[in-house]
T-cell receptor, first 114, second 116 residues
Framework: DAGVIQSPRHEVTEMGQEVTLRCKPI?????LFWYRQTMMRGLELLIY????????DSGMPEDRFSAKMPNASFSTLKIQPSEPRDSAVYFC????????????FGSGTRLTVV | AQKVTQAQTEISVVEKEDVTLDCVYE???????LFWYKQPPSGELVFLIR??????QNEISGRYSWNFQKSTSSFNFTITASQVVDSAVYFC?????????????FGTGTQLKVEL
């Protein structure tokens, strides 16, 4: 099992540019989560999908953030336009419904907006 | 609302010392899951343990042990004979059994530094 795969691992972009983060969940997992980690706010849930449907997006900071899950094996998190305060590590995680073992996290994408 | 508090921001110990990381949680649910994750300097988040709220047995795995006290809403994590490789940030997390999907609520983490 390849685990949860995120790309890119690192992204440096200029303020105002569009950034797209990608995630491939573990095959057979039907829940997918996007988290953001910063020193100030710790781990924050941005959005999660169940069976490709967004269930809770209350953590999405503002309209500049959007997430999609067009199929069971792929999700994107897009920031447009990006701002320096978006700099953080973005984690994707997946799990099965009623999976007692929490999530499996990807390695994260470290985003730096300059 | 769910809340997880890890009051210890940073702990430093000398190798071979025992260390306990505290976790206190708040929930109105009668059944829930508790978790610990480890985040080493490399950055990934590694699952360590899950505990059901209806199972208050303590658990030991090698040098790691967990003490679940439902009466005090605590789920503390002890590392015995700490090693430098234990240096990491450790997160406690809570998940509802019903409702809320699989959403995990994380504490703010405890940075553990184990020195020679």
């Amino acid at each position: 099992d390849a685990g949860v795969i995120q790309s890119p691992r690192h992204e440096v972009t200029e303020m105002g540019q569009e950034v797209t983060l990608r995630c491939k969940p573990i095959s057979g997992h039907n829940s997918l989560f996007w988290y953001r980690q910063t020193m100030m706010r710790g781990l924050e849930l941005l959005i999660y999908f169940n069976n490709n449907v967004p269930i809770d997006d209350s953590g999405m900071p503002e309209d500049r953030f959007s997430a999609k899950m067009p199929n069971a094996s792929f999700s994107t998190l897009k920031i447009q336009p990006s701002e320096p305060r978006d700099s953080a590590v973005y984690f994707c995680a997946s799990s099965r419904d009623r999976d007692d073992y929490g999530y499996t996290f990807g390695s994260g994408t470290r985003l730096t907006v300059v | 609302a769910q809340k997880v508090t890890q009051a210890q921001t940073e702990i430093s110990v000398v190798e071979k010392e025992d260390v306990t990381l505290d976790c206190v949680y708040e929930t109105r649910d009668t059944t829930y899951y508790l978790f610990w994750y480890k985040q080493p300097p490399s950055g990934e988040l590694v699952f360590l343990i899950r505990r059901n709220s209806f199972d208050e047995q303590n658990e030991i795995s090698g040098r790691y042990s967990w003490n679940f006290q439902k009466s005090t809403s605590s789920f503390n994590f002890t590392i015995t004979a700490s090693q430098v490789v234990d240096s990491a940030v450790y997160f406690c997390a809570l998940r509802r059994v019903t409702g809320g999907g699989n959403k995990l609520t994380f504490g703010t983490g405890t940075q553990l530094k184990v020195e020679l």
